[in-house]
């Protein structure tokens, strides 16, 4: 059984750059979620996409945008990006409805992203 | 709105010592309960999580949570620890809900507790 697989693993990036990551969901899930950890800090929520819209948003700038594919996959794009932004970034997959596991997210190994 | 609260924000222990992590909630509407393992450099595992039920739950690696609705609260517990439990373990929570747009309720998780256990 795949689970969810990200890349890349590490990234390197200069101030003002844009920046996208790529996610795919555990098999036979539909619905893929953002999150950014900080250093030190717990995950925060970036966004949620199922049915390849935006269906929900956490607190983060529209620099932040996504997307999601026919096959469920999912990119993670920021533009502009500052020295804040670096983070581990963690995609993770869930199944909608509920009933069949919706309440629960299984998380990929992450992206490392490193602004200079 | 959902949020929470690791009281520890590190917890040392020798190894074969039980050990009980805190977690706390603060939430208007019903929730679901979860507790994750980061191990060093890698993404997060669950190890257990509460929906409905019995409110002892047992998880993977000999792990176990107690839900305390009156308390809001949510410890996970393990009566023997192994070095190789050194990590970093979330608690996070989530709406019990889901509305009619789909997908799923997203996680608020806490800062994190450390746990380090020596020989």
């Known amino acids: 059984d795949a689970g969810v697989t990200q890349s890349p693993t590490h990234l390197i990036k200069t101030r003002g750059q844009q920046v996208t990551l790529r996610c795919s969901p555990k098999?036979?899930?539909?619905?893929v979620s953002w999150y950014q950890q900080a250093l030190g800090q717990g995950p925060q929520f970036i966004f949620q996409?199922?049915?390849?819209?935006?269906?929900q948003r956490g607190n983060f700038p529209d620099r932040f945008s996504g997307h999601q594919f026919p096959n469920y996959s999912s990119e993670l794009n920021v533009n502009a990006l500052l020295l804040g932004d670096s983070a581990l970034y963690l995609c993770?997959?869930?199944?909608?409805?509920?009933?069949?596991?919706?309440?629960?997210?299984?998380f990929g190994p992450g992206t490392r992203l490193l602004v200079l | 709105a959902q949020s929470v609260t690791q009281l520890d924000s590190q917890v040392p222990v020798f190894e074969e010592a039980p050990v009980e992590l805190r977690c706390n909630y603060s939430?208007?509407?019903?929730?679901?309960l979860f507790w994750y393992v980061q191990y060093p450099n890698q993404g997060l595992q669950l190890l257990l999580k509460?929906?409905?039920?019995?409110?002892l739950v047992k998880g993977i690696n000999g792990f176990e949570a107690e839900f305390n609705k009156s308390q809001t609260s949510f410890h996970l517990r393990k009566p023997s620890v192994h070095i190789s439990d050194t990590a970093e373990y979330f608690c996070?929570?989530?709406?019990?809900?889901?509305?009619?747009?789909?997908?799923?309720?997203?996680?608020?998780f806490g800062k994190g507790t450390k746990l380090t256990v020596n020989p």
């Open positions: 993770a997959s869930s199944l909608y409805p509920a009933g069949q596991g919706a309440e629960t997210q299984y």
């Open positions: 996409y199922y049915e390849e819209e935006e269906r």
């Open positions: 509460y929906l409905s039920g019995s409110t």
């Open positions: 939430s208007s509407v019903s929730v679901y």
């Open positions: 996070a929570v989530s709406a019990s809900f889901l509305g009619t747009q789909g997908g799923s309720e997203k996680l608020v």
């Open positions: 098999s036979g899930h539909d619905t």
